[in-house]
T-cell receptor, first 112, second 110 residues
């Protein structure tokens, strides 16, 4: 059972480039989340989804877009990468918002 | 003021000792809380859930004080493997989202 899988694990981009981070979960969870983690800041919610076809903004959504076309996948897009988006990105999922979230092992993204 | 605040530490703990640290939250409507453990450059992993006044799991005890709006985590008989960052997390009244504290770093030394 893979749980939550994030692709890629590492990436270096140049300013202005675009890319998509993929999160896939095989637990049939309804809720999925994208966070970023910066030193001393804890995890901050970028966007989340409460079900297939739905998305909502979190605490720091600017510069990112998301899509949830399939229940098992939650995509995070950077249309024009900026150095301020250098961070570690974590995806998480849960079946019920009363339950804890399960995390992927992260994507380390550097923007030069 | 951050919604969930933690002392960043580090707490330097001799092996076998007891360590405790708190997390304060500002949203009185927060419904439930979690403690996650995060090892360096790894993903957060659930340590324990705190739904009422507290919870105990082996060497770990979490207590919730709603009047003073804080949650504590106590680790007894500390092991070297307990060295990690402990994240305090609250779930708000809306329920859809979690709010993470910045984490408390614990270093257990021989």
């Amino acid at each position: 059972n893979a749980g939550v899988t994030q692709t890629p694990k590492f990436r270096v981009l140049k300013t202005g480039q675009s890319m998509t981070l993929l999160c896939a979960q095989d637990m049939n969870h309804e809720y999925m989340y994208w966070y970023r983690q910066d030193p001393g800041m804890g995890l901050r919610l970028i966007h989340y989804s409460v079900g297939e076809g739905t998305t909502a903004k979190g605490e720091v959504p600017d510069g990112y877009n998301v899509s949830r076309l399939k229940k098992q996948n939650f995509l995070l897009g950077l249309e024009s990468a900026a150095p301020s988006q250098t961070s570690v990105y974590f995806c998480a999922s849960t079946q019920d918002f009363n339950q804890p979230q399960h995390f992927g092992d992260g994507t380390r993204l550097s923007i030069l | 003021r951050k919604e969930v605040e933690q002392d960043p530490g580090p707490f330097n703990v001799p092996e076998g000792a007891t360590v405790a640290f708190n997390c304060t939250y500002s949203n009185s409507a927060s419904q439930s809380f979690f403690w996650y453990r995060q090892d360096c450059r790894k993903e957060p992993k659930l340590l324990m859930s705190v739904y009422s006044s507290g919870n105990e799991d082996g060497r770990f005890t979490a207590q919730l004080n709603r009047a003073s709006q804080y949650i504590s985590l106590l680790i007894r008989d500390s092991k070297l493997s307990d060295s990690a960052t402990y994240l305090c997390v609250s779930r708000g009244a809306a329920g859809n989202k979690l709010t993470f504290g910045g984490g408390t770093r614990v270093l257990v030394k021989p």
